[in-house]
């Protein structure tokens, strides 16, 4: 059983910043890749940023460059998102996935992060 627990969402002003955390329950699995997702009310769920846990490499939307930051602790199993210079446009639910080893796929429930202006 795969279980993702997403935390660290909440009111913040523009211009603050929020760490968000992805916690994998995965035992006896792997954790291959993890995603951070967001959605909008009124808007589809789209795509934050990603990083593999074999080396560490990291994608964004463009949209995040620069603000935000995708890491990931092996040992905790957990994969972070380091949001910076936050908008209002950045309010949301956002949502952790992550690829396990043999290509499930597992989402977390979501957090809620609002920004106000």
């Known amino acids: 059983q795969v279980q993702l627990v997403e935390t660290g969402g909440g009111l913040v002003q523009a211009g603050g910043s929020l760490r968000l955390s992805c916690i994998a329950s995965?035992?006896?699995?792997?954790?291959?890749?993890t995603a951070w997702f967001r959605q909008a009310p009124g808007k589809e769920r789209e795509f934050v940023a990603g990083?593999?846990?074999?080396?560490?490499?990291?994608s964004y939307a463009d949209s995040m460059k620069g603000r935000f930051t995708i890491s990931r602790d092996s040992a905790k199993n957990t994969a972070y998102l380091q949001m910076n210079s936050l908008k209002p446009e950045d309010t949301a639910v956002y949502y952790c996935?992550?690829?396990?080893?043999?290509?499930?796929?597992?989402w977390g429930q979501g957090t809620q992060v609002t920004v106000s202006s």
């Open positions: 990083i593999a846990w074999s080396d560490g490499s990291t």
């Open positions: 996935r992550a690829v396990i080893s043999g290509g499930n796929l597992y």
């Open positions: 995965a035992r006896g699995f792997i954790v291959a890749h």
